[in-house]
T-cell receptor, first 112, second 110 residues
Framework: GAGVSQSPRYKVAKRGQDVALRCDPI?????LFWYQQALGQGPEFLTY????????KSGLPSDRFFAERPEGSVSTLKIQRTQQEDSAVYLC??????????FGQGTRLTVV | GENVEQHPSTLSVQEGDSAVIKCTYS??????FPWYKQELGKRPQLIID?????GEKKDQRIAVTLNKTAKHFSLHITETQPEDSAVYFC?????????FGSGTKLNVKP
């Protein structure tokens, strides 16, 4: 596709439910990032992939958060046993090495 | 990891005036500094970037300056227009990871 695509755009989850957020990066982009953006804040780094390798997951807030990119293209961010503080916009971005990061439109997660 | 601080958090200017947003970073290894504009409900989009081997870059009404010694960089918007109203984020790239500032909400009053 022409840009980074994320699905779903909106997700409402009951507290305790598991969710999976999908990111389709720009074809050929080696690097893929996940960010969490709370209302009125800048994006907070969660995790980073180079191809299929998860090189840094230091930003994942707890072991309930898990990300994968098994074939080096599509990535999934999974949140288990969602809690209210997980409510945020989850942004995915992809880039070539050391160049502009292109963002998806994000998934707005609301935990009720 | 990298720590990026951004100021001010909000900025209100009159149409036609200039706006300046400042960021500092902590890791001297960072070598790429993009600026993103995010309109309400939309994705962040790159407006200008600068690499560590350059001190200044300009693109029409937008310019960015970088001081590597002091580890700070700034965004300058001249002749502001109402459509410049948005949230602006600075970022520093440290070993292929982007770290963002907390954002500046710019309001340009007509």
């Amino acid at each position: 596709g022409a840009g980074v695509s994320q699905s779903p755009r909106y997700k409402v989850a009951k507290r305790g439910q598991d969710v999976a957020l999908r990111c389709d990066p720009i074809s050929g982009h080696v690097s893929l990032f996940w960010y969490q953006q709370a209302l009125g804040q800048g994006p907070e780094f969660l995790t980073y992939f180079q191809n299929e390798a998860q090189l840094d997951k230091s930003g994942l807030p707890s072991d309930r958060f898990f990300a994968e990119r098994p074939e080096g293209s599509v990535s999934t961010l999974k949140i288990q046993r969602t809690q209210q503080e997980d409510s945020a916009v989850y942004l995915c971005a992809s880039s070539q090495r050391d160049t502009e990061a292109f963002f998806g439109q994000g998934t707005r997660l609301t935990v009720v | 990891g990298e720590n990026v601080e951004q100021h001010p958090s909000t900025l209100s200017v009159q149409e036609g005036d200039s706006a300046v947003i400042k960021c500092t970073y902590s890791d001297s290894a960072s070598n790429y500094f993009p600026w993103y504009k995010q309109e309400l409900g939309k994705r962040p989009q790159l407006i200008i970037d600068i690499r560590s081997n350059v001190g200044e870059k300009k693109d029409q009404r937008i310019a960015v300056t970088l001081n590597k010694t002091a580890k700070h960089f700034s965004l300058h918007i001249t002749e502001t227009q109402p459509e410049d109203s948005a949230v602006y984020f600075c970022a520093a790239n440290d070993f292929n990871k982007f770290y963002f500032g907390s954002g500046t909400k710019l309001n340009v009053k007509p």
